[in-house]
């Protein structure tokens, strides 16, 4: 699935330099700001947030604060 999204957004950003809709830097900078917001995403929601909860859930009875 991720590997066809990946051709996808390459498809659209090359649709858009092809048919001038875009400059290349447009279409560049643009992409990389989606790979910041998408790792950004990742990094702080699911690692700090989610996968506790989801730790505490499967490997704990008890809240992770409340084992110290």
Known sequence: ????????????????????????????????????????IYKYVYLRVLDKKLAEKIFFHKKLSELK
């Open 1 to 40: 699935m991720t590997a066809i999204l990946f051709i996808w957004a390459f498809a659209v950003g090359y649709s858009r330099i092809y048919l001038g809709v875009h400059y290349p830097g447009d279409v560049l900078a643009g992409a990389t700001i989606g790979c910041v917001i998408a790792y950004t």
